[in-house]
């Protein structure tokens, strides 16, 4: 597997485990014990998705 592969890979991972709690909290609580601040949760989960949707420069020269 390839570095761009297991780049993306990671980051399909990381967006569905954001979007986990976004759509059965239940579940999400049932694995990982109750929540008192689902809002935090709910804040932390979307900022997990829309951090992982920007696409990093193809091509980087250091200077």
């Known amino acids: 597997m390839n570095n761009v592969a297991l780049a993306r890979l990671h980051g ?3 967006v569905l485990n954001g979007l986990w709690p976004l ?3 239940h579940s999400f609580e049932a694995v990982f014990g109750l929540k008192t601040d ?3 949760v709910r804040t932390v989960a979307s900022g997990a998705c829309l951090d992982r949707h920007v696409e990093p ?3 980087r020269k250091s200077s």
């Open 23 to 25: 759509l059965h909290m």
């Open 12 to 14: 399909i991972f990381n």
């Open 38 to 40: 689902k809002w935090l």
């Open 57 to 59: 420069p193809e091509d």
